[in-house]
T-cell receptor, first 115, second 113 residues
Framework: DAMVIQNPRYQVTQFGKPVTLSCSQTLNHNVMYWYQQKSSQAPKLLFHYYDKDFNNEADTPDNFQSRRPNTSFCFLDIRSPGLGDTAMYLC??????????????FGSGTRLTVV | GDSVTQMEGPVTLSEEAFLTINCTYTATGYPSLFWYVQYPGEGLQLLLKATKADDKGSNKGFEATYRKETTSFHLEKGSVQVSDSAVYFCALSADNAGNMLTFGGGTRLMVKP
């Protein structure tokens, strides 16, 4: 059974039209991450939540925002998508770092195409 | 800063061939090391991990040994299958960075029947 679920699996949006991607988890993990992965590249961390604490990477564009209303859900909002935002967006979770490092659990990703 | 370097792909092998994908790292302290696999159109799956020097991670016939003296974590499999075709990412988590992962660039493996 999937433990990190991303919806939708595929999303096409128009240039400049706001879009929201969602992620839910059944693992009760403290930390949730959003990564952007462009074609044939390694995933790039956009931001993460440690419980309710939001941590933005220094080079994440302001166009990208996130919300975590509760432990189970986390959303990625792209306010005005550009063509360069076409990518796979990956959500991941991990346990509290103080409990040891068990690696991440990734969702299947949302492939976003901006046209 | 921390970094991970992987051999560039694609790596093309025939079925039942031996696989090695090289991975070296730079980190302070004693990082945990991981291999993730990404099948076409999917997210990343944890393949194996090692948390201290000389540990060997293994899963589905894949193995990797944490070599601190050579700062390496090479991925090996004795006999690959077509179903192993995927992109493989080496990653580390530094002990002073909580669970934050640093990924290598990925290596695409293509296995031909």
């Amino acid at each position: 059974d999937a433990m990190v679920i991303q919806n939708p699996r595929y999303q096409v949006t128009q240039f400049g039209k706001p879009v929201t991607l969602s992620c839910s988890q059944t693992l009760n993990h403290n930390v949730m991450y959003w990564y952007q992965q462009k074609s044939s590249q390694a995933p790039k961390l956009l931001f993460h939540y440690y419980d309710k604490d939001f941590n933005n990477e220094a080079d994440t564009p302001d166009n990208f925002q996130s919300r975590r209303p509760n432990t189970s859900f986390c959303f990625l909002d792209i306010r005005s998508p550009g063509l360069g935002d076409t990518a796979m967006y990956l959500c991941a979770t991990s346990r509290d770092p103080g409990q040891g490092n068990y690696g991440y659990t990734f969702g299947s990703g949302t492939r976003l195409t901006v046209v | 800063g921390d970094s991970v370097t992987q051999m560039e792909g694609p790596v093309t092998l025939s079925e039942e061939a031996f696989l090695t994908i090289n991975c070296t790292y730079t980190a302070t302290g004693y990082p945990s090391l991981f291999w993730y696999v990404q099948y076409p159109g999917e997210g990343l799956q944890l393949l194996l991990k090692a948390t201290k020097a000389d540990d060997k991670g293994s899963n589905k016939g894949f193995e990797a040994t944490y070599r601190k003296e050579t700062t390496s974590f090479h991925l090996e499999k004795g006999s690959v299958q077509v179903s192993d075709s995927a992109v493989y990412f080496c990653a580390l988590s530094a002990d002073n960075a909580g669970n934050m992962l640093t990924f290598g660039g990925g290596t695409r493996l293509m296995v031909k029947p």
